[in-house]
T-cell receptor, first 114, second 112 residues
Framework: DAKTTQPPSMDCAEGRAANLPCNHS???????VYWYRQIHSQGPQYIIH?????ETNEMASLIITEDRKSSTLILPHATLRDTAVYYC???????????????WGLGTSLAVNP | KAGVTQTPRYLIKTRGQQVTLSCSPI?????VSWYQQTPGQGLQFLFE???????NKGNFPGRFSGRQFSNSRSEMNVSTLELGDSALYLC???????????FGPGTRLLVL
């Protein structure tokens, strides 16, 4: 599975949009982009995933560039409860037993400030 | 639907002891994966179980083992604990292994 690159930390004002970038320049055609977040000392929480089209759910939007080499997770109106470490990973979602190859980096530590 | 549950949530052990951690997946999920997370490290894959069989294993010593029961619940065991085993141990379940994984709250293990 491809490796991802994320900035180590970001700040965002409460109520504003938080845009978290992720670079995955070596992504393969059958790899999905997944986003999770981890609030201090808890298990990672699934946010959203996508292949090549932009996706939106109740938590966030995922924008994937046309060449699929990078993506942006958008939290439209960040709240203090969105303060967490955000992980971007890529994985082949059609092959069982692939979790061992996932590369979880250190993610982006997002601080939402009042 | 109830989420992934892990017990215990916190555990303190001493070097040389062994420990067993438990994970109950989301109802209907048959794949359970275990991860270790230490400060400054990303999640490190331990192993994955599916239909009571270990399907994949990460690069951890044989002191780390696991099993899965017929109801998909899983346990992992660490024998002869070392100080470096202090970590957050996470369990994640998915339907069959290739779909989205959902994580439990983790078990925080402290080895003294």
């Amino acid at each position: 599975d491809a490796k991802t690159t994320q900035p180590p930390s970001m700040d965002c004002a409460e109520g504003r949009a938080a845009n978290l970038p992720c670079n995955h320049s070596t992504i393969s055609g059958n790899e999905y982009v997944y986003w999770y977040r981890q609030i201090h000392s808890q298990g990672p929480q699934y946010i959203i995933h996508g292949l090549k089209n932009n996706e939106t759910n109740e938590m966030a939007s995922l924008i994937i560039t046309e060449d699929r080499k990078s993506s942006t997770l958008i939290l439209p109106h960040a709240t203090l409860r969105d303060t967490a470490v955000y992980y971007c990973i890529v994985r082949v979602a059609t092959r069982a037993g692939n979790n061992r190859k996932l590369i979880w980096g250190l993610g982006t530590s997002l601080a939402v400030n009042p | 639907k109830a989420g992934v549950t892990q017990t215990p949530r916190y555990l303190i052990k001493t070097r040389g002891q062994q420990v067993t951690l438990s994970c109950s997946p989301i109802s209907g999920h048959r794949s359970v994966s275990w991860y270790q997370q230490t400060p400054g490290q990303g999640l490190q894959f331990l192993f994955e179980y599916f239909s009571e069989t270990q399907r994949n294993k990460g690069n951890f010593p044989g002191r780390f083992s696991g099993r899965q029961f017929s109801n998909s619940r899983s346990e992992m065991n660490v024998s002869t604990l070392e100080l470096g085993d202090s970590a957050l141990y996470l369990c994640a379940s998915s339907l069959n292994g290739q779909e989205t994984q959902y994580f439990g709250p983790g078990t925080r293990l402290l080895v003294l």
